[in-house]
């Protein structure tokens, strides 16, 4: 089993910056693909960012150049350092792992953008 925790996430004026945080534990590998999607209000969850275990990274268009995603293979953490935030940025934040074992969320966090 796989548990995922997300932290960080508050309430940001529009132009400010934010590091989300995630802890997974449990039945994890560091082949492991992991990412962050987000859920606004009203709308569907969508893919933010995700990152391989060798580094390599994608990022949605909407927020490509103002976040960048990240992991620590040793501590099993990914974060998501987010830059410039605008009001449509505002959504619950949830960590994501992908394996051949199965697809796994955290609970999210809510990050808040206030102009």
């Known amino acids: 089993q796989v548990q995922l925790v997300e932290s960080g996430g508050g309430l940001v004026p529009s132009g400010g910056s934010l590091k989300l945080s995630c802890a997974a534990s449990?039945?994890?590998?560091?082949?492991?693909?992991l990412g962050w999607f987000r859920q606004a209000p009203g709308k569907e969850r969508e893919f933010v960012a995700r990152?391989?275990?060798?580094?390599?990274?994608a990022y949605a268009d909407s927020v490509k150049g103002r976040f960048t995603i990240s992991r620590d293979n040793v501590k099993n953490m990914v974060y998501l350092q987010m830059k410039s935030l605008k009001d449509e940025d505002t959504a619950v934040y949830y960590c994501?792992?992908?394996?051949?074992?199965?697809?796994?969320w955290g609970h999210g966090t809510q990050v808040t953008v206030s102009s």
């Open positions: 994501n792992l992908q394996s051949s074992r199965g697809n796994y």
């Open positions: 990152i391989l275990w060798g580094g390599n990274t």
């Open positions: 449990g039945r994890t590998f560091n082949t492991d693909l």
